[in-house]
């Protein structure tokens, strides 16, 4: 489950605890949504310790170097040299 998949749990759960009224027998909706809240926020901070690891410091790189060739007459290529 990604990033956008907790925060539509965290949402829905959101919106059955807080924004509903309906009664239905043998289900609790305010529990429902209090435990996709819950999994979501439970999935938030796995995503992101799994990003943090994800992450890899990768060291500057050393500029490269190249030497100049001599002047050999005019000929820059090696023939006639």
């Known amino acids: 489950m990604g990033l956008g998949g907790c925060i ?3 949402a829905t759960g959101a919106i059955l605890t ?3 009224d309906w009664d239905m027998q043998g289900v609790n909706l305010d ?3 209090i435990i996709f809240m819950i999994v979501g ?6 995503f992101s310790s799994i990003a943090k690891r994800r992450r890899v410091v990768v060291p500057p790189s050393t500029p490269v ?3 100049e060739r001599p002047n050999r007459g005019g000929y820059s290529d090696g023939y006639g040299a």
């Open 8 to 10: 539509i749990l965290i």
């Open 18 to 20: 807080f924004a509903t």
């Open 31 to 33: 529990l429902v949504g």
């Open 41 to 46: 926020l439970i999935g938030v901070a796995t």
């Open 65 to 67: 170097v190249t030497e």
